[in-house]
């Protein structure tokens, strides 16, 4: 059996084993105990390492930190439109697809989201959200070493995920520490851009483990929802031009 669909097998056969679905307002923790013995694993990872790693990455000056955050924002967008089409959500397909080759060109390989300014607004989605629109349940409320909460379903779609990064086949060549930097880079340039908002939700939340189930939860609502707009490309791209007098 390939790499490749083993990893599929693996991930699909992670989904069939959960059993669970979401209430409308809470989720389903069936693992709870384990789950937090792996939360507070997690937050002493945050607090020893990757929280003073981001201390000092935030040092940097503000448009280096835009551009790598841009850029490896850009290299999501392949993942998003695969999984857009596979939703049946082309608008969003080719609104991601255009965001890719407008940001890879005219953004300099990403580093500047010049997409954004044409009105072309970053969304993203997983496969997690397209095994939902395929019917699947959420599953069971997990969390994972070093990555957090997931949902089972939301970890069967990662995986696939992983499959679908070109990143993976653009570094395939390299050691094991060059492959995982861009995961890593991702993880210290997202905790150093929410360093406020989660050192104080830390600082004021009764039960930590709550606090971030809740918000995952919230969030993974808010994706979803976020999927189901409709946009038009070319009336934002003719409004761009309106308001910046480029056709002028």
């Not at 056969?13 to 937090?36: C, G, I, K």
């Not at 010049?114 to 997990?142: P, R």
């Not at 990143?167 to 930097?181: C, F, G, H, P």
Request: no cysteine; net charge negative; charged share 25%.
């Amino acid at each position: 059996m390939s790499k490749v669909r083993k990893i599929i097998y693996i991930s699909f056969l992670v989904l069939s084993t959960s059993t669970f679905s979401f209430a409308n307002s809470e989720l389903d923790d069936p693992y709870e105990n384990s789950n937090r013995a792996i939360h507070n694993f997690n937050d002493k990872v945050d607090t020893f390492i990757l929280r003073p790693v981001s201390i000092g990455y935030s040092f940097l000056p503000n448009p280096i930190e835009e551009g790598i955050a841009n850029a490896l924002e850009n290299v999501g967008e392949p993942i998003n439109f695969t999984n857009y089409i596979f939703q049946g959500n082309l608008k969003f397909a080719f609104k991601s697809l255009a965001r890719f080759l407008i940001n890879s060109t005219v953004g300099l390989a990403g580093l500047i989201d010049v997409a954004d300014k044409m009105k072309l607004k970053k969304d993203n989605t997983d496969f997690g959200l397209t095994l939902k629109a395929w019917g699947a349940n959420e599953g069971a409320y997990l969390v994972i070493p070093f990555f957090g909460p997931r949902s089972s379903r939301h970890l069967a779609g990662s995986i696939v995920d992983i499959i679908v990064n070109p990143l993976n086949y653009i570094l395939k060549d390299e050691d094991s520490l060059v492959r995982l930097s861009p995961t890593l880079l991702y993880s210290v340039s997202a905790r150093s851009g929410n360093m406020e908002t989660i050192d104080n939700l830390k600082e004021t939340s009764i039960d930590y483990y709550s606090s971030l189930k809740s918000i995952y939860y919230q969030n993974r609502l808010s994706n979803d929802k976020e999927n189901l707009k409709e946009i038009d490309l070319v009336d934002d791209f003719f409004q761009y031009l309106e308001e910046e007098n480029i056709n002028e």
